[in-house]
């Protein structure tokens, strides 16, 4: 393969869309997966594909145009001007960060770059992660020395999938040096609508982990002021309403089954986790991730409250369908989602189903692997977690119908 402008580990929610953006500003692109069924349906350009992070005419065009060439990873990288590294960072049962495959994405980087390449890693990182990690790692593989052979940054990708486009916000630049930053700036400049660039790695890090533990505390007090408004007999979404018309100092946050997704309440985890290792204490962070934590359990409970209000039978002897399983609406991704949280809780009592039309099927903490089902499947119950925009209300007229999705069920009439 000829010497292309980038290539791109990772075609996840936000190495897709990273890499057609390049193709649309004209770079040549090559798109890497550890997936080889992943590289197949965007080549193929399947439905779905784009994860919600890219439209079909923007994929096809990239796809279309020639400036865009995918590959398994497993065929090995070429040499390229740019790598940017897109790879997923988890959390593991600990709530520690995983970097195995960030630090597997570094070696065959090394493998492959020449003297004055750019690395840039997009992945969500603990504080210290690139320099800890994705540096040495580099180094060692290559030979190379870091701000002199090769130029090393980081900026965290900012996406909202089925609502914004990675290049249509804001990204956060550091480089290892001034040289690097420099370099990463003038790429990534290319693909975002604005650069805001900022002293190290590291604090770049920590913007991304601030950013998404920042709306973690903000939807945990949103659900303890549900709680308190339930208590005191008041409407929270009015109280909402109310506070939101305050032009300064409040931001509004939706109550809701837990936050999930792969930012937000790892990134939470993350920040406890990095004051810990310098001895510190995040009591309010802490308090944040407990409430969230916390939500699944607290939803299928108020669901028994429900239940028996209704003098309906318990979930012991009820089927109930869940209507929607992702994180958040329309998207196709179920990592921490509070819906699956909560499926897993109700399998303990209950024969359960789910109806999600952007996820075919579903694996439980049990090992059981479910199919999503018609909504109109039978069911006791059924209740609504996620609710896409893109897909018709759920309506049932032969059996009762709760809507979750703001962490307590509202009867649907």
Known sequence: MDIIDITVIGLGFTGLPTAVAAARSGLTVLGVD???????????????CGLTTVADHELNSAMASGRLLLRNNTKGIPHSNVYVLCVPTPADRHGRLDVSLLAQAADDVAKAMRPGALVIVQSTCAPGTVEEVVLPRIAAVSGLCAGLDFHLAHSPVRTDPGNVAVDTVPRVVAGYTPRCTELAVRFVSRVAHRVVAVS?????????????????????????????CRAQRVDVEEVLEAAGSKPYGFLRHRPGPGAGGDCIPVSAGFFTASARRHGLHSPVVDAAIAVNNAM???TVHRVREALAARGLPPLRRSRVLVAGVTYKPDTANVRQSAAVRVINELAAE??????????????????????????????DIVLIMTKHAAHEPVRRDDVPVFDCSSGAPVEVA
């Open 34 to 48: 550890a997936s080889a069924e992943r590289v197949r349906e965007i080549s193929e350009q399947r439905p779905g």
């Open 200 to 228: 190290s790695t590291r604090a770049a890090e920590l913007v991304k982990i601030f950013e998404n533990t920042f709306r973690m505390v903000n939807i945990s007090l949103a659900n303890e002021l549900a709680a308190l």
């Open 296 to 298: 699944p359990a607290h």
């Open 350 to 379: 209950a024969d359960v189903t789910y109806h999600d039309p952007y996820v075919p099927s579903l694996v439980l903490d049990n090992g059981a692997t479910l199919l999503s089902q018609p909504v109109d499947a039978p069911a």
